[in-house]
């Protein structure tokens, strides 16, 4: 092949472009030594000559320059018919192997179609041969159908026939597995109800079993009310109950009706409504009754009856069943005859037998008529303690006591008349209560009269819990909730000092008069323990009757849980704390009230030199050194209260003390520095006031040290307000007015200015207003 084939060869090839980055070519260009575009449409032939050959000279060099470039070109050629060669090679290869693959196709495909030919050729073959085993196989399943139906008809006709020889001699024990087999195959030959002879074999069985059912509550009527003269043996009628377990359930349950029904024809006719054991202070004979005869009816009868039948059981819930019948009935014509102490006679009575039957029925399952007149609740474990029963729910416990439910309002009065004389014994308590008579190490303590209360509470919570759950404790809710006001309003009110007990309820909006009022005198240390005794208690009334709601909310049926509220009660103990906690305050700050009185009355504009801290402080320090130990030890046992004291009393002193300070004008610059003095060491005892006194120091609470920095700060930048001067720089002392009181109104600006004795003409008081007004708008 010459080079002009090879070049049309590749001329008919795929052409194939290829694009460098431009930082590609300009390496290329490097390596080859130039960066001339000869392809470009802009070279210029003679100029690039010119450049080559600039010289004369350098013409000699011409024709080495030719032959470098021939020889180049030659290479070149080489190169490329080495190139398109190969690419030709390479096609013609690809060609060939294409050819290959075909050719193994079509020999593949020659292969599956006739494998296809082979497999449909043994399927048909398979066919051929299976399709008379498959006649047989359907031959053999009819004849087995037939010889199965042929026997069980065989046995029906023979079983019938047998059934009803036995029946007619009464062996029942011979007839119990023949029947139960003839049930069975009248099951298996359900499919054939268009044979009329089937279905006569059919008809006549049924008629045996209805015969016998007939039969067999004949036996028993004769054999328990024939007297003497019946020839039923017991042994026949255990028997006969085989047979009937495998009848219809119906003739069971009819069979036991009727038994128990005669059972308790004794006990309808002794506790009838017209005899007077009937009446409640007889009921506990009623259950002796049912005890004996159970004894009785297990010893004689026992072995007649099979065990899964539950006999005693049964006869025992319809024993239940009508005496809660019976005492229903009877209370209602005889209301009036009822009294708490007969009723609840009646109910322990009544309960202590539920909880004997659960004891011995323990682990059975009440009879179907019996289930569906009871909650669904399952029976526990056996159960040996009665308190733990009493904890779960048993399905006898109720089954009788139901019935005093609509009477238990007696119960519930009865409760409030016993409580109203305990509230009656803890107000006279109250009156003349001492500080030994509160529970705790010393003063301060839970009054005894609480816990008693509670105590009461717990008892008649678990009593009424176990005589019902519905609407009587909806009314005992309402009966606690009534007596814990009465507690709180009387007991705990009594219980403070009588001097100021009448002051409880109004501490609050008449706190300023009290603080005039110099003829009040402060309470003694036995009054502050009541005092201290009284928040305590609330505080154990307050979580006890949180705990109270919960244990109502679970005892009472789900229904009602979320009418149980005793949430104003918890507020009213809340109310009394917060009450208490301010008449402290109150009476702290009457002790203290002097000393800021001696403050007003000093001299501050003649002050010439700034000493130690004034006696007024020193005073006012004494009080605090002298009360708050006492109260800290009282509340001992309720810290966030002394804590809520704390902050109370600071919340309601510094803004006395602002006002006092206000009131010391005019004041001098020496002054106003010995205030500041003053004011920094009330603010240190301040800090301290949790654990003054204290041999150990805790840090204070950080929402009380808040609030005493917040507002001792304030009367800090009062004084250094009153120490700036003002001169004629109004606009200034107005701007540094706001940055240190930025909270402050006109009129405490004012009280500033009077203090620090500007003498200001009216109009330079209503610019400095106005400026006050824009600045403070602008901040």
């Given at each position: 092949?010459?080079?002009?084939?090879?070049?049309?060869?590749?001329?008919?090839?795929?052409?194939?472009?290829?694009?460098?980055?431009?930082?590609?070519?300009?390496?290329?260009?490097?390596?080859?030594?130039?960066?001339?575009?000869?392809?470009?449409?802009?070279?210029?032939?003679?100029?690039?000559?010119?450049?080559?050959?600039?010289?004369?000279?350098?013409?000699?060099?011409?024709?080495?320059?030719?032959?470098?470039?021939?020889?180049?070109?030659?290479?070149?050629?080489?190169?490329?018919?080495?190139?398109?060669?190969?690419?030709?090679?390479?096609?013609?290869?690809?060609?060939?192997?294409?050819?290959?693959?075909?050719?193994?196709?079509?020999?593949?495909?020659?292969?599956?179609?006739?494998?296809?030919?082979?497999?449909?050729?043994?399927?048909?073959?398979?066919?051929?041969?299976?399709?008379?085993?498959?006649?047989?196989?359907?031959?053999?399943?009819?004849?087995?159908?037939?010889?199965?139906?042929?026997?069980?008809?065989?046995?029906?006709?023979?079983?019938?026939?047998?059934?009803?020889?036995?029946?007619?001699?009464?062996?029942?024990?011979?007839?119990?597995?023949?029947?139960?087999?003839?049930?069975?195959?009248?099951?298996?030959?359900?499919?054939?109800?268009?044979?009329?002879?089937?279905?006569?074999?059919?008809?006549?069985?049924?008629?045996?079993?209805?015969?016998?059912?007939?039969?067999?509550l004949a036996d028993f009527k004769q054999a328990f009310t024939g007297g003497s003269k019946s020839t039923i043996s017991q042994r026949t009628l255990s028997e006969a109950c085989g047979v009937v377990d495998v009848l219809e359930p119906k003739v069971?349950?009819?069979?036991?009706?009727?038994?128990?029904?005669?059972?308790?024809?004794?006990?309808?006719?002794?506790?009838?409504?017209?005899?007077?054991?009937?009446?409640?202070?007889?009921?506990?004979?009623?259950?002796?009754?049912?005890?004996?005869?159970?004894?009785?009816?297990?010893?004689?009868?026992?072995?007649?009856?099979?065990?899964?039948?539950?006999?005693?059981?049964?006869?025992?819930?319809?024993?239940?069943?009508?005496?809660?019948?019976?005492?229903?009935?009877?209370?209602?014509?005889?209301?009036?005859?009822?009294?708490?102490?007969?009723?609840?006679?009646?109910?322990?009575?009544?309960?202590?037998?539920?909880?004997?039957?659960?004891?011995?029925?323990?682990?059975?399952?009440?009879?179907?008529?019996?289930?569906?007149?009871?909650?669904?609740?399952?029976?526990?474990?056996?159960?040996?303690?009665?308190?733990?029963?009493?904890?779960?729910?048993?399905?006898?416990?109720?089954?009788?006591?139901?019935?005093?439910?609509?009477?238990?309002?007696?119960?519930?009065?009865?409760?409030?008349?016993?409580?109203?004389?305990?509230?009656?014994?803890?107000?006279?308590?109250?009156?003349?209560?001492?500080?030994?008579?509160?529970?705790?190490?010393?003063?301060?303590?839970?009054?005894?009269?609480?816990?008693?209360?509670?105590?009461?509470?717990?008892?008649?919570?678990?009593?009424?819990?176990?005589?019902?759950?519905?609407?009587?404790?909806?009314?005992?809710?309402?009966?606690?909730?009534?007596?814990?006001?009465?507690?709180?309003?009387?007991?705990?009110?009594?219980?403070?000092?009588?001097?100021?007990?009448?002051?409880?309820?109004?501490?609050?909006?008449?706190?300023?008069?009290?603080?005039?009022?110099?003829?009040?005198?402060?309470?003694?240390?036995?009054?502050?323990?009541?005092?201290?005794?009284?928040?305590?208690?609330?505080?154990?009334?307050?979580?006890?009757?949180?705990?109270?709601?919960?244990?109502?909310?679970?005892?009472?049926?789900?229904?009602?849980?979320?009418?149980?509220?005793?949430?104003?009660?918890?507020?009213?103990?809340?109310?009394?704390?917060?009450?208490?906690?301010?008449?402290?305050?109150?009476?702290?700050?009457?002790?203290?009230?002097?000393?800021?009185?001696?403050?007003?009355?000093?001299?501050?504009?003649?002050?010439?030199?700034?000493?130690?801290?004034?006696?007024?402080?020193?005073?006012?320090?004494?009080?605090?050194?002298?009360?708050?130990?006492?109260?800290?030890?009282?509340?001992?046992?309720?810290?966030?209260?002394?804590?809520?004291?704390?902050?109370?009393?600071?919340?309601?002193?510094?803004?006395?003390?602002?006002?006092?300070?206000?009131?010391?004008?005019?004041?001098?610059?020496?002054?106003?520095?010995?205030?500041?003095?003053?004011?920094?060491?009330?603010?240190?005892?301040?800090?301290?006031?949790?654990?003054?006194?204290?041999?150990?120091?805790?840090?204070?609470?950080?929402?009380?040290?808040?609030?005493?920095?917040?507002?001792?700060?304030?009367?800090?930048?009062?004084?250094?307000?009153?120490?700036?001067?003002?001169?004629?720089?109004?606009?200034?002392?107005?701007?540094?007015?706001?940055?240190?009181?930025?909270?402050?109104?006109?009129?405490?600006?004012?009280?500033?200015?009077?203090?620090?004795?500007?003498?200001?003409?009216?109009?330079?008081?209503?610019?400095?207003?106005?400026?006050?007004?824009?600045?403070?708008?602008?901040?």
């Amino acid at each position: 092949m010459d080079t002009n084939e090879a070049l049309d060869e590749k001329d008919n090839g795929p052409e194939v472009q290829l694009n460098f980055p431009a930082s590609v070519m300009s390496r290329i260009e490097e390596l080859m030594g130039g960066s001339e575009h000869f392809d470009s449409d802009e070279f210029d032939a003679v100029a690039y000559i010119n450049r080559v050959f600039p010289t004369e000279q350098s013409l000699s060099g011409v024709e080495a320059a030719a032959s470098r470039c021939e020889f180049r070109l030659a290479a070149v050629q080489h190169d490329i018919r080495r190139l398109v060669q190969a690419q030709h090679n390479q096609r013609k290869a690809g060609h060939q192997a294409l050819l290959g693959a075909q050719k193994c196709i079509s020999e593949l495909s020659l292969q599956v179609a006739d494998i296809n030919k082979k497999s449909e050729r043994s399927e048909g073959m398979v066919r051929e041969i299976t399709s008379e085993i498959k006649q047989l196989d359907c031959a053999k399943w009819n004849l087995t159908a037939a010889i199965t139906a042929l026997n069980h008809l065989h046995m029906l006709a023979g079983g019938a026939a047998s059934l009803r020889t036995l029946a007619q001699n009464r062996q029942y024990k011979e007839l119990v597995l023949p029947l139960q087999a003839i049930m069975e195959v009248l099951q298996h030959l359900e499919n054939y109800r268009d044979i009329r002879e089937l279905n006569a074999l059919r008809e006549e069985v049924h008629s045996i079993r209805a015969n016998l059912a007939e039969q067999i509550l004949a036996d028993f009527k004769q054999a328990f009310t024939g007297g003497s003269k019946s020839t039923i043996s017991q042994r026949t009628l255990s028997e006969a109950c085989g047979v009937v377990d495998v009848l219809e359930p119906k003739v069971r349950q009819d069979l036991l009706q009727w038994f128990i029904g005669l059972e308790l024809q004794e006990y309808e006719h002794l506790f009838s409504p017209e005899q007077e054991c009937a009446w409640l202070p007889q009921i506990a004979r009623r259950y002796s009754w049912l005890k004996k005869h159970l004894l009785a009816v297990e010893q004689t009868k026992g072995a007649i009856f099979p065990a899964a039948w539950r006999l005693s059981e049964r006869i025992a819930y319809h024993f239940c069943k009508i005496t809660r019948e019976s005492l229903t009935s009877l209370m209602s014509s005889r209301r009036n005859e009822i009294d708490c102490k007969l009723l609840l006679y009646a109910i322990q009575q009544t309960h202590n037998f539920e909880l004997l039957l659960h004891k011995r029925f323990i682990g059975t399952e009440l009879a179907p008529e019996a289930e569906a007149n009871l909650e669904e609740i399952s029976f526990d474990a056996y159960i040996e303690n009665i308190e733990d029963v009493t904890s779960h729910k048993s399905p006898w416990v109720g089954v009788v006591g139901g019935c005093f439910e609509e009477h238990l309002s007696l119960y519930i009065s009865s409760l409030d008349n016993n409580l109203r004389s305990l509230m009656d014994r803890f107000i006279q308590e109250a009156k003349n209560i001492e500080i030994g008579d509160c529970e705790g190490s010393g003063s301060g303590g839970v009054l005894a009269s609480c816990a008693d209360l509670f105590l009461f509470y717990k008892k008649c919570l678990a009593q009424c819990a176990t005589l019902s759950t519905g609407d009587p404790m909806l009314e005992l809710s309402a009966v606690f909730g009534k007596y814990l006001r009465e507690y709180a309003g009387s007991v705990l009110q009594n219980a403070l000092p009588r001097s100021h007990s009448n002051t409880v309820n109004n501490i609050v909006t008449n706190i300023h008069t009290f603080l005039k009022d110099e003829s009040v005198v402060r309470y003694t240390k036995q009054e502050i323990s009541k005092i201290t005794s009284v928040i305590t208690t609330s505080e154990y009334c307050l979580e006890t009757t949180v705990h109270l709601e919960q244990k109502l909310k679970e005892k009472i049926h789900p229904s009602l849980s979320d009418k149980i509220d005793l949430g104003p009660e918890q507020d009213l103990f809340h109310k009394m704390i917060g009450n208490c906690i301010q008449i402290l305050v109150h009476d702290l700050e009457l002790a203290c009230e002097p000393a800021l009185s001696s403050m007003t009355k000093i001299s501050w504009l003649h002050f010439d030199t700034v000493g130690d801290q004034s006696s007024y402080v020193t005073q006012a320090i004494m009080h605090l050194k002298n009360s708050i130990p006492i109260l800290r030890d009282n509340l001992a046992s309720s810290r966030k209260y002394f804590t809520q004291f704390c902050i109370r009393f600071a919340n309601s002193f510094i803004p006395k003390f602002i006002q006092n300070i206000y009131k010391c004008k005019p004041i001098s610059t020496v002054g106003s520095e010995q205030l500041l003095l003053d004011t920094h060491m009330l603010k240190t005892v301040l800090l301290e006031l949790p654990s003054l006194g204290s041999d150990v120091k805790r840090q204070a609470p950080t929402t009380y040290t808040k609030v005493v920095i917040k507002l001792m700060t304030k009367a800090e930048m009062i004084l250094k307000l009153v120490m700036a001067p003002l001169d004629n720089n109004l606009e200034g002392f107005v701007a540094q007015f706001l940055q240190l009181l930025p909270d402050s109104t006109l009129v405490e600006f004012h009280k500033v200015l009077d203090m620090k004795g500007a003498k200001l003409s009216k109009s330079q008081l209503s610019a400095l207003d106005a400026l006050f007004k824009e600045t403070s708008r602008k901040l």
